[in-house]
Every structure is written in C-alpha cells, then in structure tokens.
C-alpha cells in the first residue's frame, strides 16, 4: 500500500483540485486539509499565509504523505518555495502548472490572471511565466482580483443575475487594462483561484474565444507525471480521502458535495495551530 | 486618567460600532482588537468562535479595560455569556441592545433580522427579543442569513448594481417568509452585523417605510448608560484609539477609514492564539 497524497487548501476551494487528482488518479489514496478555521488567506499578509500553510504542511508530512499538494493559489504564491525547502516530499503548487499551460495556450501574447487580492498583489503568476518564457517575445500579463467569485460561488450563486453583473464588472476593468496597451485581446484567462471552475460555464459564456486555463487541472497532470503513473485509471473506485478540517463550518458538506461531485462521508478536526514546519523553516 | 474601553471584532465590522462609541463619548480612550488573522467568525461553528472570542476578551483585559463591547454579532451570539462568566467588568454585545430597539419600534409585531449565517443559525436574536418580551403578545421573528453582504461591502460596493441584486433577492426570501404566515409586514429590521450599517442608504431606498435597527448605535448608547456619561459630548476631540490586528491586511487602512470616516494611524500586530480566557472558562 503507497502512501497518500496530501492536499491542503485555506478551506474547501482546494476540492475542485482533489476533483481533478481523482479524475486522473482514482486508485490513490488522499487526505484532504482544510484550515476553515483561518479562511481565507487571500485577505491575509504573506508573513501569516507562510505560518499557516507551514502548518498545514506540516500536518500532512505527520499523516506520512508521499506528495504534497499546495491546492490554494494564495499559499502556492507566497508559500510554496518556503515549504519545499523545508520538507524531503515534493510539492506541487498551483502557480506553475497553470503558467505553464497559459504559455502553451496563448497565440496573442496576452495573458489575463484572476485571483484573490492576495494572489494577483504577490505578482507570482507573471513573475513565473516570465520565467518559464526565457528568451522567447515575453508575453503580456494582465491580472485583477475578483474578491466576490469566492463568497458567490460558496453561496451557490453559480449563475445568479448578481454574479454576472460581478463578473461583467470584473471582466470589463480585466479586458479595459489590457486594451489601455494598445494591445491585441487576451486570448487565455488563468483561473488563479481553487474557486474559480466552479464559475467556467458563465465565463464562458461571458468570454466564448477565451481559454480558461484550470490551475487543478494542470497541477494534477504534474502530479501523476512526478508520480509516474501510465496505467488508465481503472474507472470503478470508489475514492479513498480522509477529510481533515481546522473547524467544521454547518455548510461544509453540502458545499463540498457541489465541488467534489459525490457525498462526502465523515470529516475530522485537525488542530494545527501549534505546529510548527520541520526545523530547517525556522533557521 | 480612566482605563480605556475595549472594543473586538473578528476583524474590521466592529469599526461601525467603535464609531457610534466614539459619536457618544469622544472623550474617551479605546483599544480596537480585530482579529483579522482569522476572520470571518460567521461561518464557523460556535465552539471555534467561543475560544477565538475568549482569546479578544483576554488579550483586552491584559490591556486594563474597564468594559468590553463584543462589537461582533457571531461572537455576541454564542460567546457572550462564556465571556461575562469569565471577566470581572462589563460586557457588552450586540444582541440585546438591538433586540430591545426592534421592540420598541415594532407596531406590526412583525420583526426581521438579517445576518451572517452563524448569527441566523444561533436563534439568538429571536430568543433574546422573546426572553425581552416577557408577558406581551410575542412578536414575529424572521431572520435570513445575508453572506454576500460582508464582502460586498469590504469591496467599497456599497451602492452597485450587483449588490442591489444581492439585496433584493436577500429581502425578496425575507419578506416572502413573513408574508407565508399571512401576518402583517415586517416594520423593523435589525442590522444583525456590524458590516451592514454601510449599507443604510441601499436598505432604506428598497425599505423605505421599515425602521432599520442598527446594532452599534444602540449598544453605544448602553454602554454610555454603564459608564455614567451625562455631559454632552465635546465636540472636538480627537479619537484616543489604540487599533491592534491578529493580522494586518494590504486593505485594511483604506476599508478602516471607509468604516469610521477619519485617517486610522498606526496599527500594531497583536499575538493572541495562545492566549486563554481566565480559568473560570477553562472549569
């Protein structure tokens, strides 16, 4: 029996990455951590984000994972190079693999980043894809915080009049940026938030020539390629996660059930907030 | 030179209060917590929310304060008797005050409450409006969870087309509700989070003939009636407050000054997740 890949989010956004994980790996084993009682970290300072996502990792290398997957965009930004310098499993953020794809996808050059305040104001996303651009004509990155998407779609508001209208607004200052330049129209739009799939069909429809890049879904083609998995998935499993939470919030299943596709069954409460990320993090 | 007063919120809401406590007694010193490293309290369960609000109550009573206003409504919902058992001055929250207010002002006996979901679901509004009854014919209660009004509010959106959206739909589930029972309308509604008395204007425009309660003006006013204050306030002095954070977030200079409508100076980091409320609370 293998050991298990761990999962951690601010909360219960990282689900849209356990989702895609399971697509391409049904027959592993998980364990999800959420840290609900701290949601979110897009609001918080990037020396707060660092503590906590230490924590969470933490937490995870404790439970002897073999693999660890930062699913918050927030703590991929700030976090990420923090904690694999202190940990001997790798760790797949959800920056790169998105920037990556974004590279591969774009024939405009114009690059559009939505995220959370604490996402787009980390620079992280053009930061690394100008680095994995190299000496290639450097693309245009053009990012804008959506602070809404995240309480809207958590309120299920999936297509509701008001998250449009939130969307149109947000769109609009996006595609407004990019057009100042004088430039030719973004053609790829990451989405630089663990929210943010859930809201693919009205962006969309809101955007039809643009391609929305899903940063659990890349991220979870790097993790099997780290994994080196070539077997098809058998398509019958059953999943194997354990849940972990810092607190269970009433609506956490429910929500889940509308990330993850299926019933979530029982949740754990972790309690993480003394942990510390092994020593070398502290020197 | 008396002890200042204390005022704590999850985060940034209780600014509302903490100016209506300054609009009464501008001559007095306050000491602001927020705890902004862990906010929001209003979607976590009530047992996270007690030792969170436990570790506010702590860190102000370190500070030497003479009364301490739980200037959130969750944390007035399910935590306010575990403080007052514990500490040996006055505490006041959000409740009771308002729930006396809506009273007083109901002719239709048909009173509404909006909040977080952790205010709506603790049952507190309509428990403590119906202990302040007493004897008299009960008063309808109908109370729906408003979420997206915190971060609408927190994006500046305070007059947006989406977040008339948001509240229509928000008042068109609560009035449908009160209207179900075939009652009278609903004449009073109780702004059962500190966030939403920055959404006045909107509320009164879609409810022009409801009277809207507004927690922090009638808690000031307890508070003025605790303290003894009987001069009438002088009118300029300048705000004596000291503001402390759990976490000091990019925004939060810019949403503070939107909150108390004068420049917030300095803000200091307070550490405060080790911290435990008096024994009394551990017995």
Same mark, same amino acid.
């Given at each position: 029996m293998t050991a298990p890949i761990g999962?951690?989010?601010?909360?219960?956004?990282?689900?849209?990455?356990?989702?895609?994980?399971?697509?391409?790996?049904?027959?592993?084993?998980?364990?999800?951590?959420?840290?609900?009682?701290?949601?979110?970290?897009?609001?918080?300072? #990037?020396?707060?984000?660092?503590?906590?996502? =230490?924590?969470?990792?933490?937490?995870?290398?404790?439970?002897?994972?073999?693999?660890?997957?930062?699913?918050?965009?927030?703590?991929s930004a700030v976090a990420l190079e923090t904690i694999r310098a202190a940990?001997?499993?790798?760790?797949? =953020?959800?920056?790169?693999?998105? #920037?990556?794809?974004?590279?591969?996808?774009?024939?405009?050059?114009?690059?559009?980043?939505?995220?959370?305040?604490?996402?787009?104001?980390?620079?992280?996303?053009?930061?690394?894809?100008?680095?994995?651009?190299?000496?290639?004509?450097?693309?245009?990155?053009?990012?804008?915080?959506?602070?809404?998407f995240v309480p809207l779609v958590e309120e299920g508001w999936i297509d509701h009049p008001a998250t449009r209208l939130v969307a149109q607004d947000y769109l609009d200052h996006l595609f407004a940026h990019g057009a100042a330049a004088g430039s030719p129209d973004i053609d790829t739009l990451v989405l630089g938030c663990t929210h943010y799939p859930l809201l693919k069909p009205l962006l969309h429809e809101l955007l039809p020539s643009v391609h929305l890049i899903d940063c659990g879904e890349h991220a979870a083609h790097v993790a099997r390629d780290i994994l080196c998995h070539s077997a098809p998935p058998s398509s019958n499993a059953a999943p194997n996660v354990r849940f972990y939470l810092t607190d269970i919030p009433p609506a956490f299943v429910s929500i889940a059930e509308r990330f993850l596709g299926f019933s979530v069954g029982g949740v754990e409460r972790a309690d993480i907030d003394h942990l510390v990320l092994v020593d070398k993090m502290m020197g």
């Amino acid at each position: 029996m293998t050991a298990p890949i761990g999962v951690f989010d601010s909360g219960i956004g990282g689900l849209s990455v356990l989702r895609e994980l399971l697509r391409l790996m049904p027959d592993e084993s998980y364990i999800y951590l959420g840290d609900s009682a701290r949601v979110p970290y897009g609001t918080k300072s #990037a020396e707060t984000v660092r503590l906590f996502a =230490g924590q969470c990792a933490q937490f995870l290398l404790d439970q002897g994972v073999q693999l660890i997957v930062v699913a918050c965009n927030t703590a991929s930004a700030v976090a990420l190079e923090t904690i694999r310098a202190a940990v001997d499993v790798p760790v797949i =953020g959800m920056i790169e693999p998105a #920037a990556r794809a974004a590279l591969q996808s774009t024939r405009s050059g114009q690059i559009g980043v939505i995220g959370t305040r604490g996402t787009v104001s980390s620079g992280a996303y053009p930061a690394v894809i100008q680095a994995l651009n190299g000496h290639a004509p450097a693309p245009a990155v053009h990012s804008f915080a959506c602070p809404l998407f995240v309480p809207l779609v958590e309120e299920g508001w999936i297509d509701h009049p008001a998250t449009r209208l939130v969307a149109q607004d947000y769109l609009d200052h996006l595609f407004a940026h990019g057009a100042a330049a004088g430039s030719p129209d973004i053609d790829t739009l990451v989405l630089g938030c663990t929210h943010y799939p859930l809201l693919k069909p009205l962006l969309h429809e809101l955007l039809p020539s643009v391609h929305l890049i899903d940063c659990g879904e890349h991220a979870a083609h790097v993790a099997r390629d780290i994994l080196c998995h070539s077997a098809p998935p058998s398509s019958n499993a059953a999943p194997n996660v354990r849940f972990y939470l810092t607190d269970i919030p009433p609506a956490f299943v429910s929500i889940a059930e509308r990330f993850l596709g299926f019933s979530v069954g029982g949740v754990e409460r972790a309690d993480i907030d003394h942990l510390v990320l092994v020593d070398k993090m502290m020197g």
